[in-house]
């Protein structure tokens, strides 16, 4: 079982809407990312926390807003979403982002639709 | 710039054939890492497997195993004895040891059908 867990699992939501992608982790890592999946597409990175702060922001919209509250939570708040929007989104954690190399572990993914 | 290559979409086998996954990968850096992932329709991505550049052993675990060729620059994957249970999207990833933020340079993945 995977101890990257996500809530929820799916939502669907207005594009006025404001809501959360919640993630916690369970292994004592230091780094935390957010990834975004289209359909028959790799996951693309979004963000990355490291110790709790911000250290790879990969252009994304600001309707993105993630936030790190301690470094086994991180979430992702969305507001303002477009369809094209909808993809799957997988938290996922390792034991540090400054050592390249480490392995990354994924949750099973918030699949998120806009309607 | 990283890149990999995974030329097969879709494979499509009969429950109990092998099957192998072709993973091309391209960098600069002498030190890297590479790893595979399985997609279950799901969408957990779960890690298989994590191998630096510097130990070109094969390894096997259980059913699994892969072929990791530097003069090739290949990391392949093979599935002995297929099951159902085997079907999943697979994806081959590379981390260069230069590039800040651990990032992962994903294949575009390999879709694994195995039919009863």
């Known amino acids: 079982d995977t101890e990257v867990t996500q809530t929820p699992k799916h939502l669907v939501m207005g594009m006025t809407n404001k809501k959360s992608l919640k993630c916690e982790q369970h292994?004592?890592?230091?780094?935390m990312y957010w990834y975004k999946q289209k359909a028959k597409k790799p996951p693309e990175l979004m963000f990355v926390?490291?110790?709790?702060?911000?250290?790879i922001n990969e252009s994304v919209p600001s309707r993105f807003s993630p936030e790190c509250p301690n470094s086994s939570l991180l979430n992702l708040h969305l507001h303002a979403l477009q369809p094209e929007d909808s993809a799957l989104y997988l938290c996922?954690?390792?034991?540090?982002?400054?050592?390249?190399?480490?392995?990354?572990?994924f949750g099973e993914g918030s699949w998120l639709t806009v309607v | 710039a990283q890149k990999v290559t995974q030329a097969q979409t879709e494979i499509s086998v009969v429950e109990k054939e092998d099957v192998t996954l072709d993973c091309v990968y391209e960098?600069?850096?002498?030190?890297?890492?590479l790893f595979w992932y399985k997609q279950p329709p799901s969408g957990e991505l779960v890690f298989l497997i994590r191998?630096?550049?510097?130990?070109?052993q094969n390894e096997i675990s259980g059913r699994y195993s892969w072929n990791f060729q530097k003069s090739t620059s290949s990391f392949n994957f093979t599935i002995t004895a297929s099951q159902v249970v085997d079907s999943a999207v697979y994806f081959c990833?590379?981390?260069?040891?230069?590039?800040?933020?651990?990032?992962?340079?994903f294949g575009g993945g390999t879709r694994v059908l195995v039919k009863p």
């Open positions: 996922a954690s390792s034991q540090a982002m400054t050592v390249s190399g480490n392995t990354i572990y």
């Open positions: 292994m004592g890592h230091r780094a």
């Open positions: 926390y490291s110790y709790e702060k911000l250290s």
């Open positions: 960098t600069r850096d002498t030190t890297y890492y």
């Open positions: 191998r630096n550049s510097f130990d070109e």
């Open positions: 990833a590379l981390s260069e040891a230069g590039a800040a933020g651990n990032k992962l340079t």
